[in-house]
């Protein structure tokens, strides 16, 4: 799993859907997109779609600065950045320290359980679970709208 903050929440994420963790990239609105997808980036030329983790998870709004960790992840649907106040070290699970459950301030659906480690408890995110069937195909649009329009501007001469 890796660890992350946003604002006082620790959550976590399997390792197997982590691709890298980058510097923060500033991104590009995406309009028509959903109102958590705080807009796009191109990540070496692909086109990768930044989530508003803090607003989905209804935390405090993130202060992002040129330092601040964008965690790269990929979905069964799609890759996409998920900007993230701090990143913690690698943390290996015992099953005896998985706890399945839910917590107050977070939709269930987007929860696999809780890892109880040391003395914190940390909300372990389904990362597949972050967009919804319906803002899926919403954002789906939006990029397609999106690149459509991108490529069309290189077509047109100067």
Known sequence: MLPFQLA???????????????????PTQLPGAPDNIAGVVSVHGQVLPVVDLAQTCRQPELKVDLWTPMIWLHTSKRELLIPVASVGDILQVEPEQFIEGSHASINSS?????????????????????????????????????????QSQEEEPL
Request: proline share 3%.
């Open 110 to 150: 987007m929860l696999n359980g809780v890892l109880s480690k040391a003395d914190q408890l940390l909300i372990i995110m389904d990362i597949d679970a972050l967009l919804s069937a319906e803002d899926d195909a919403q954002l789906h649009q939006a990029l397609t709208d999106y690149l459509d329009n991108f």
């Open 8 to 26: 006082a929440q620790q959550f976590a994420v399997p390792l197997d859907h982590i691709i890298r963790v980058i510097p923060m990239l500033l």
